[in-house]
C-alpha cells in the first residue's frame, strides 16, 4: 500500500486547504483511513477518519470546520479544512488500516500504512 499525499501550504487563519492522499495497492472491504497530524513539539494526534461503510469521526478541535471523503473511483482522500487557525499548523500524514473493527472506532486504532505528510501552516 502506498499512500501520497498532496495540497498543504501556508494559508492565513480563517483561510481553507484541501489535502489530497493519492492511495494505490488497496482492496479492503473493511478499513479504516484517516488523516492525521503532529504540530511541531508535539504528540501525533487523530483528524478525521473513514471507514469502509463509510463512517466519518471526528478529534474535537477540528469538529465544524474539517471533512474527510473519499473518491473510490480515484482511489483518493480528501481533508477538506475550513476556517483554520494557527494551532492547526503541523505536518499532516494520510494513513489506512485493514480492520474488521466497527469503524467508530477508526480514530482509535493503530494504524499500518502512512504516507510522508505534507505541511499546514496557518499564520494568523
Known amino acids: 500500500v502506498q499512500l501520497v499525499e498532496s495540497g498543504g501550504g501556508s494559508v492565513q487563519a480563517g483561510g481553507s486547504l484541501r489535502l489530497s492522499c493519492a492511495v494505490s495497492?488497496?482492496?479492503?472491504?473493511?478499513?479504516?483511513m484517516g488523516w492525521f497530524r503532529q504540530p511541531p513539539g508535539k504528540e501525533r494526534e487523530g483528524v478525521a477518519t473513514v471507514g469502509g461503510d463509510g463512517r466519518t469521526s471526528y478529534g474535537d478541535s477540528v469538529k465544524g470546520r474539517f471533512t474527510i471523503s473519499q473518491d473510490n473511483a480515484k482511489n483518493t482522500l480528501y481533508l477538506q479544512m475550513n476556517n483554520l487557525k494557527p494551532d492547526d499548523t503541523a505536518m499532516y500524514y494520510c494513513?489506512?488500516?485493514?480492520?474488521?473493527?466497527?469503524?467508530?472506532?477508526?480514530?482509535?486504532?493503530?494504524?499500518?500504512?502512512w504516507g510522508q505528510g505534507t505541511q499546514v501552516t496557518v499564520s494568523s
Open positions: 494513513a489506512a488500516v485493514a480492520t474488521p473493527i466497527d469503524s467508530s472506532w477508526c480514530l482509535r486504532l493503530v494504524y499500518k500504512h
Open positions: 495497492g488497496f482492496a479492503w472491504r473493511s478499513y479504516c
